[in-house]
């Protein structure tokens, strides 16, 4: 049968995302803020240097194009770790292309002159700079100033031939006209990339829409530059839990770079999760990346930032593709018996295991029924009996919760012991 008629999928009744490659400057591109924004998380341990070496080496891996590498202006230790992976990434002839975050300070941008020269490849500034009403009340900042400041920085960093992504901060919750005054001067100034940012998780897909609908047809129009020609970046976190959905609502509607995080580790609820995002989009056929290595970033990036991994994360948590449940581990093990690992993926699962270098496990608990207890025991090279299997249903039903190995093998020595 053809796999196609097996699944009925009512996420493509909607025509699919059309995307005029003429009107952008590249495909959709992906920036990893893992190693900037994301160890600006409470919890976050900042990895040490060889550490963030194997992060970058897995988003290499992915096919992420672009990676922040840090905050210079936090000092001469994070200039340090910089300088070393800008080194790691020459020396492997790295695709994937550096930025930093700066603050609109001439001081800020200075490391990255040096780094440049040394390392002989550029190195994007993502400077960021507050907009919205709040901040600018908060910091007692008029737009003039905002302006003064927002010029003499990208000033600075195009006469030293440092590409500049121009970042407005709590862009979601801006002025039109504050929004539209500080990216034009910008983009005058010749900033070719702009980054919309949702920084406190204050808006929702619908405003995510709304908003790049502003950029595309009044902003960019106006500062006199084609759309092709600006490349248009999305940042987004999750205080209200929408930074998928907003970072999916951001591609269907034009941005060029999607940021995120690893696990979606960050500040207060964290940034949008680039893992599920990446998820997302692979299986809505927009992205063609090898994502096989994807639960390993995301391991050792659990290990080595200590953010949380909590069981029934999606597709990386320990639960993701393991099930109990004797009706779903049936249906599963039934599509295992017929050899075909397409339908063993699918029959219980909105995600393919194996497209993501996981695969489905059948356990033994409390909700289980015979066909998981025999499974388990032909996955384990055990042989079975009539008498087994009814002592592990048995032992199964009295728990609480599901069996871990170890008590599955006691409860099989009980048995042998016992016969």
Request: aromatic share 6%; hydrophobic share 35%.
């Amino acid at each position: 049968m053809d796999e196609r008629e097996l699944i009925y999928d009512w996420n493509k009744i909607k025509p699919e995302l059309q995307r005029d490659s003429g009107k952008h400057p590249h495909p959709i591109w992906f920036d990893d803020e893992t190693l900037r924004d994301g160890l600006q998380s409470p919890s976050a341990r900042n990895p040490t240097i060889e550490q963030k070496i194997e992060l970058l080496d897995c988003m290499e891996g992915l096919g992420i194009q672009k990676v922040d590498l840090g905050l210079p202006g936090a000092g001469p230790y994070h200039v340090e770790h910089i300088d070393s992976m800008l080194g790691h990434m020459g020396e492997n002839d790295y695709s994937i292309r550096p930025g930093c975050a700066v603050r609109t300070l001439v001081s800020d941008i200075e490391p990255l002159v040096d780094l440049q020269a040394k390392h002989e490849r550029q190195i994007q500034a993502s400077a960021f700079l507050g907009t919205s009403p709040i901040r600018q009340y908060a910091e007692n900042w008029t737009m003039d100033k905002i302006m003064k400041t927002a010029e003499k920085a990208v000033d600075f960093a195009i006469d030293n031939d440092i590409p500049v992504m121009f970042v407005t901060e709590d862009t979601t919750r801006s002025r039109p006209e504050d929004i539209k005054a500080v990216y034009t001067r910008a983009i005058e100034l010749g900033a070719d990339r702009i980054c919309i940012c949702d920084t406190c998780g204050h808006v929702t897909p619908n405003g995510v829409r709304n908003l790049m609908s502003f950029i595309e047809q009044e902003v960019i129009p106006d500062s006199g530059a084609k759309r092709r020609d600006i490349e248009v970046n999305w940042h987004g976190h999750q205080d209200r839990g929408l930074g998928v959905a907003n970072n999916l609502a951001a591609v269907e509607s034009g941005a060029d770079v999607i940021h995120g995080t690893a696990l979606g580790v960050g500040e207060r609820s964290g940034n949008a999760p680039i893992d599920q995002t990446l998820v997302n989009l692979s299986l809505m056929g927009v992205i063609s990346n090898d994502l096989t290595g994807l639960n390993n970033y995301m391991k050792k990036a659990n290990e080595y930032i200590e953010v949380p991994l909590p069981r029934n994360y999606p597709i990386f948590g320990d639960d993701a593709f393991e099930t109990g449940t004797g009706v779903h581990a049936s249906a599963v093990i039934k599509a295992m018996k017929k050899g075909d690992d397409w339908l063993a993926d699918r029959v219980y699962s909105g995600v393919p295991a194996g497209d993501f270098g996981l695969h489905q496990v059948i356990r033994i608990g409390h909700m289980s029924g015979r066909s998981n207890i025999i499974h388990w025991l032909n996955q384990n090279g055990i042989e079975e009996s009539s008498s087994l299997v009814d002592h592990l249903f048995n032992v199964a039903k009295s728990q609480r919760r599901l069996m871990t190995e170890e008590e599955i093998f006691s409860a099989i020595k009980t048995h042998k012991e016992a016969v």
